[in-house]
Every structure is written in structure tokens, then in C-alpha cells.
């Protein structure tokens, strides 16, 4: 089973200041993770995605996630908000290995970002 | 090289009536999954298809809702009979197969179907 909790449904920064989205996952095998984000009425983008390499993992958009599993933890951060980066965030587990636990993607509730001008 | 392309993109049909949701994946990508997202929720997986193959439906209701992937054409999430709560956005996404024939699991998603029921 797994399970993912985004501790904050709303997130307001003012442009230029860091941005930390919070992201605590449960997983029965060693996960995969990922962020999408998702602008008003549009689909879903990949920001960025760990497969149990590297533990920082690097994205697009200056975007940047860390893997702690002392925490079970994987929060995205930003160094310096843009205005473009308002959107929902989603963080998703699934597992690294075959199965339905492989394909089933579990989402997070969402994090909606607020860039304050 | 197009991505993953869902139509029509705002659906409004009538109580009882029947909603088809059309979606076809990126160029090369074999595995499609449709995901439902409620108001204020994150998205809900619900069916995962090959070509010509279902091979993971749990997360569909047991009535009403089925879905197909034809060798030909895109795959169809079909809706019968449709009801307030049947109201979100629905999500189609695919992905590659894997060097060892399973599905790579990062998938790549459309921009979403949103259906209104009045």
C-alpha cells in the first residue's frame, strides 16, 4: 500500500523569496517519486522524478526535491519564486518495482502556490 | 512530436445521458491509464489498458463506467447514464514499455477532460 500527504493544501510566497512544498509519502517497496504541476485548466507536467539514484534530485524550472527516507520525506523546493510558478503541485508515489503498485499512481491532495507580486 | 491529446476538452451533458472521453497517447507509447480528479482532490486511478487489453480496471466504478484502447484509434473512457457526482476532470495518460516489457512508470499526461453534468 501506499499513501502520499502534502501537508499544506495552500502556500503563499512573495516573488523572489524560496519556496518549500512539503510532501511525506508511505510505501510498502522503495518508491518512486515525482511533483507534477498542474496551471489553471491545463494537464499535468512532470517537474521531476526520483528512481532511487541521486537523493536531490534536479528539475525543471529551477525546481529541486529531496529524497530523506529517515523521513519518508520529499519536498519540493525553489530557490526564488517567479510569478509563473503560481499553480497546484502534486507530489506522487508509486513503486520502483513491477506490479500495480508500479502503474497506479497515488497523488497527494495538491499544494496550491501563490506568488505574491 | 505531439503529446498526449484528449478530446473534447469541456464535456456538458444532462443527467442520464452518456459521456465518451477520447484519448490518444504520445507517439510510441503502447500503455494508457485514465486518472479522475474531484473538486479539490488530487487525481484517482482508474483503469490502466493495452492495445486491445485491460489489464487493471480496479479503480473503475462497477457500474456505468467502462473503457477501451482499440488497435486502431484512441482509447475511450465511456460514461453511461451520467450523474451529478460523475462531474470531474478526467485525465488520460500514457507511457512507454519498459526495456523488460513492463510499463515504465512515469507517465506523461493529456490536458484533461472536464465533464459538467447538469
Known amino acids: 500500500a501506499q499513501s502520499v500527504t502534502q501537508l499544506d493544501s495552500h502556500v503563499s510566497v512573495s516573488e523572489g523569496t524560496p519556496v518549500l512544498l512539503r510532501c511525506n509519502y508511505s510505501?510498502?517497496?522503495?518508491?518512486?517519486l515525482f511533483w507534477y504541476v498542474q496551471h489553471p485548466n491545463k494537464g499535468l507536467q512532470l517537474l521531476l522524478k526520483?528512481?532511487?539514484?541521486?537523493?536531490l534530485v534536479k528539475g525543471i524550472n529551477g525546481f529541486e526535491a529531496e529524497f530523506k527516507k529517515s523521513e519518508t520525506s520529499f519536498h519540493l523546493t525553489k530557490p526564488s519564486a517567479h510569478m509563473s510558478d503560481a499553480a497546484e503541485y502534486f507530489c506522487?508515489?508509486?513503486?520502483?518495482?513491477?506490479?500495480?503498485?508500479?502503474?497506479?499512481?497515488?497523488f497527494g491532495k495538491g499544494t496550491k502556490l501563490s506568488v505574491i507580486p | 512530436n505531439a503529446g498526449v491529446m484528449q478530446n473534447p476538452r469541456h464535456l456538458v451533458r444532462r443527467r442520464g445521458q452518456e459521456a465518451r472521453l477520447r484519448c490518444s497517447p504520445m507517439?510510441?507509447?503502447?500503455?494508457v491509464y485514465w486518472y479522475r480528479q474531484l473538486p479539490e482532490e488530487g487525481l484517482k486511478f482508474m483503469v490502466y489498458?493495452?492495445?486491445?487489453?485491460?489489464?487493471?480496471e480496479s479503480g473503475m466504478p462497477k457500474e456505468r463506467f467502462s473503457a477501451e484502447f482499440p488497435k486502431e484509434g484512441p482509447s475511450i473512457l465511456r460514461i453511461q447514464q451520467v450523474v451529478r457526482g460523475d462531474s470531474a476532470a478526467y485525465f488520460c495518460?500514457?507511457?512507454?514499455?519498459?526495456?523488460?516489457?513492463?510499463?515504465?512508470?512515469?507517465?506523461?499526461f493529456g490536458p484533461g477532460t472536464r465533464l459538467t453534468v447538469l
Open positions: 510505501s510498502s517497496y522503495s518508491p518512486s
Open positions: 526520483y528512481t532511487s539514484a541521486a537523493t
Open positions: 507517439k510510441g507509447h503502447s500503455h
Open positions: 489498458l493495452q492495445k486491445e487489453n485491460i489489464i487493471d
Open positions: 495518460a500514457s507511457s512507454q514499455i519498459t526495456l523488460a516489457g513492463g510499463s515504465s512508470n512515469e507517465q506523461f
Open positions: 506522487v508515489v508509486t513503486s520502483a518495482y513491477s506490479g500495480a503498485g508500479s502503474y497506479q499512481l497515488t
